[in-house]
């Protein structure tokens, strides 16, 4: 493929790279692991898909289990890759300009003020991906934006106004995985179509565009699908809008540049884009690159008034006015230096005083000259304004000196790229989602009433409390949480605590329970929510074997560090398997037949900082 040498993409460095290594196809023998990983790495962001495949596949030949994790992405990454370049679309390219990672948003053909940056009500801070503003428009009825949960992944979450309050943020996508990142969710101007970028679903590598959609305001949003190729790419890809006057869609991405900055494409709206499969390397890299046409017949909306005469003149009302204000700031500042020198005259010793009258009375020769100055750029001003209404056009001065002091870049291509002025922060009264019930046995300072107050399924064990004719209170329950509830037939009430799995677990808690002053509590047992004998409950746990896993999902969201492969070893000799969860990485380490010792790796994890870590329970 041809390249200007002015413009060298990220995916030419790589190539270049490449260059000096064995052809991807060969049977390496000589490579060790680690060298082929780096290798399918620079062919995948290169997009020689197949390439990356057959040295992920060669590199997990040469790993044992424990140590697959990595290669195992790579392999998923290229494989969706490849995938993907069986449905490629060619949208046709207007403009494309880089920009600063930290603003670029302020570049899209929004409303001016629409982007309010970090730290706001809804963000706590900026990071290092770019994710460093909410898009919150004037008017806004919903807001979507991505935020850090208590995880710390960036999640994807909606606000709506309810007449004076926001609703208490919420996930909109039932179907995301909440260890998904994502960044920069923007709704089309149809309300239909939700796109943002996310990292940890289907994808190449990187952030990568989806879209979820719905039929109607009040339906929920459907499975969200990978935009595909040339959209996303191995790079991070982000911030996908159509405009609101349906001629263009954008979006951002580093594909083309360096990591703290990010090119800006400009396409051509196309509702229905045909797809086909592209075989060829150097035609996916031609896509990839997205290079503008330069057709000025297909450039439109670019803010050009349809006179040209007009278009003439409100360019000589912007200047003189920028005129008018620069000499009102010299006459303002000239007159604050005249009364600082002024208060020094005024302030300084005897000896010092004719020196400083001489200067200010020259400073005072000098107004008059700079006044006039100021009154003949104002007359002429006010001729364009005459000229302007003997033709019967009235000028709004403040908004089109709003205009005339934004930064327009790229116009000489054709295309302008306006850069729009940050809003400023903003408070809104966000309600507070209302907490979970802990169903965990405790005895804390002030008991708690179980909600909802219904058992789950299978065999359960409950500490009986006392029964009684009145309904209790939460004094009654001495610290003890959760507590159920059950009315007798005679009208009585029954209060027992716990939901306890094993008989032994209930055991191990009753002694706690009677030291809290219920002397006479005893053991109960219950199967999907009926009571039946303990005996009988007994003899069915005993068929029931419990084992329990624990899953990890990793800090990094790719793979285990050796320190946490190391602690898995120590405390089992099961195989460590890896899985995908939601499109999100995760590792599951056992069976345990004793919680205790599934607990004891868990703790072990989480105190290394080896990620996401919880023990699940399975029945056989």
Request: with cysteine; hydrophobic share 40%.
């Amino acid at each position: 493929m041809k390249m200007k040498m002015r413009h060298i993409p990220c995916f030419f460095a790589a190539v270049l790279l490449l260059a000096s290594l064995p052809d991807a196809g060969a049977q390496e023998t000589t490579l060790s692991p680690q060298r082929l990983l780096f290798r399918a790495d620079s062919l995948r962001k290169a997009y020689d898909f197949k390439g990356a495949v057959t040295c992920c596949e060669q590199a997990i030949e040469r790993l044992d289990s424990t140590r697959r994790g990595k290669a195992e992405e790579q392999l998923t990454f290229a494989q969706n890759g490849l995938n993907m370049t069986g449905f490629c679309s060619q949208p046709t390219v207007v403009a494309r300009r880089t920009f600063p990672l930290k603003d670029f948003f302020l570049y899209y053909p929004l409303e001016d003020r629409s982007w309010h940056s970090a730290p706001n009500a809804l963000i706590a801070e900026e990071d290092e991906t770019g994710n460093t503003a909410v898009y919150f428009p004037e008017g806004a009825q919903d807001i979507y934006y991505s935020a850090k949960s208590d995880k710390g992944v960036r999640t994807l979450l909606h606000t709506h106004r309810q007449d004076s309050v926001w609703t208490a943020p919420d996930q909109p996508l039932d179907n995301l995985d909440e260890e998904a990142e994502t960044l920069f969710p923007m709704v089309s101007p149809d309300g239909k179509r939700l796109y943002f970028a996310a990292k940890g679903l289907y994808g190449m590598g990187g952030y990568d565009l989806y879209v979820s959609t719905r039929e109607g305001q009040d339906d929920a949003w459907g499975v969200p699908v990978n935009m595909g190729f040339p959209y996303s790419s191995p790079y991070d890809d982000f911030l996908f809008i159509n405009t609101q006057d349906g001629r263009y869609s954008i979006f951002a991405s580093n594909r083309s540049c360096r990591r703290d900055s990010v090119s800006i494409y400009v396409l051509e709206y196309d509702e229905m884009p045909v797809r086909m499969a592209v075989d060829d390397i150097a035609t996916l890299r031609s896509l990839a690159d997205l290079t503008p046409q330069r057709d000025p017949a297909r450039i439109e909306g670019t803010g050009a008034p349809a006179n040209p005469l007009e278009a003439e003149a409100t360019r000589q009302y912007m200047e003189q006015m920028k005129v008018v204000r620069s000499l009102r700031d010299s006459v303002s500042q000239f007159g604050a230096t005249l009364d600082r020198m002024r208060t020094a005259y005024s302030e300084a010793p005897d000896s010092d005083k004719p020196a400083l009258a001489k200067a200010i009375s020259e400073k005072e020769l000098s107004l008059p000259e700079l006044n006039s100055a100021l009154s003949a750029a104002v007359t002429d001003l006010q001729q364009i304004e005459m000229d302007f209404l003997l033709k019967g056009v009235v000028l709004d001065a403040d908004a089109l000196m709003n205009e005339a002091d934004k930064e327009v870049v790229g116009a000489a291509d054709g295309f302008a790229f306006t850069r729009n002025r940050p809003g400023e922060g903003f408070t809104i009264n966000i309600l507070q989602p209302e907490p979970s019930f802990d169903f965990t046995f405790q005895i804390l300072p002030e008991g708690r009433f179980a909600e909802p107050n219904t058992l789950p399924g299978g065999i359960v064990y409950q500490i009986q409390l006392f029964t009684q004719s009145r309904k209790a209170e939460v004094s009654d329950l001495r610290g003890i949480t959760p507590v159920f509830e059950k009315i007798n037939p005679s009208l009585s009430y029954t209060y027992s605590a716990g939901v306890f799995r094993t008989f032994r677990e209930a055991q191990d808690n009753l002694q706690a329970v009677r030291s809290r002053g219920f002397r006479d509590a005893i053991i109960t047992a219950y199967e999907d929510g009926t009571q039946i004998g303990v005996t009988a409950a007994r003899k069915k746990e005993s068929l029931v074997q419990h084992s329990y896993t624990v899953k990890i999902f990793p800090a990094d969201g790719n793979s285990l560090g050796d320190q946490a492969i190391d602690l898995i070893h120590d405390h089992t000799d099961q195989d460590l398997i890896k899985t995908t969860e939601g499109g999100s990485v995760v590792y599951m380490a056992g069976p345990f037949n004793e919680k205790a010792a599934a607990d004891a790796l868990a703790a072990a994890l989480k105190a290394a900082g080896a990620g996401t870590v919880s023990v699940e329970e399975e029945d056989s």
